[in-house]
């Protein structure tokens, strides 16, 4: 999976770090979230409709790991924007 731009994204992480990927995104600093958007390759959405299964890899370098939540909806629902 790569992660994509999208339309409400307002912030590029690891922008200028060559060891990672740069990860399009939206911050939202009052509330305390940000939010990604990813795209699955063929393969991989075989593998999703076959097994169900998505396993999630995440840094945390020795510190508590930050609640998560993984879904398929558009997650700007207060908006009445068009999602693709």
Known sequence: MQPIPFKEMNTMFAKDQTEYTPLPAYRDEEVGCVVSRWQAT????????????????VLVFDHPLQPMMIQTAYPFKDRELPHD
């Open 42 to 57: 063929f393969l991989e959405r075989l593998q999703v409709l076959i097994f169900g299964k998505i396993w999630v890899n």
